[in-house]
């Protein structure tokens, strides 16, 4: 058991050599682990951000797609209310005339009352010109009726619109199913 000390003692530096050369074997072996292990996890990580890349991507087209859909719908909306409004305007010229009609009616209506009253001048006068004022009256609260049923079709033409963008944007804003 001396001799083995001895030849150890003796020997002390190829000892420590190989405990040298064996640790650094381990190390060696740890470092290529630790690059493996960093290997793969740089792997992990670019498939991870490719995965969220793509799904990036395909919910950028989706909002697109319903970013065109919105707005083509809208366009839409838009449109019909351009021709309802074309509608009202074109309407409001053939209400004028028909007011303008009925206007001219009470007239000859009153000029009628007028010229038959001149028999007996003092009553029938009174009647005449009675006759005249119902016959402006009633021609002015024809116009009224006219402009105030444009007017309303004109709001109703307006709140349609609003509520078809109103319903449309609540579309675009709707959770995806």
Known sequence: MMTALRLVLANWQLAVIAALLALLGLQTIRVAEGKTALAEEHQARATETSDRNRAALR??????????????????IVDVYTRIVQTLEAGRADDA???????????????RDRQAARSDPVACERVADRSEVL?????????????????????????????????????????SK
Do not use: K
């Open 59 to 76: 919910e950028a087209e989706r909002v697109a797609g319903l970013q065109l859909t919105h707005a083509a719908q809208q366009q839409e």
């Open 97 to 111: 005339a028909r007011a303008d009609r009925l206007s001219r009616q009470f007239a000859a209506s009153a000029a």
């Open 135 to 175: 016959a402006g009256a009633a021609a002015e609260g024809g116009q009224l009726l006219i402009e105030a049923r444009r007017a309303l079709e004109g709001r109703d033409a307006e709140v349609a619109l609003l509520l078809g963008l109103v319903e449309n944007d609540r579309a675009l804003l709707a959770p």
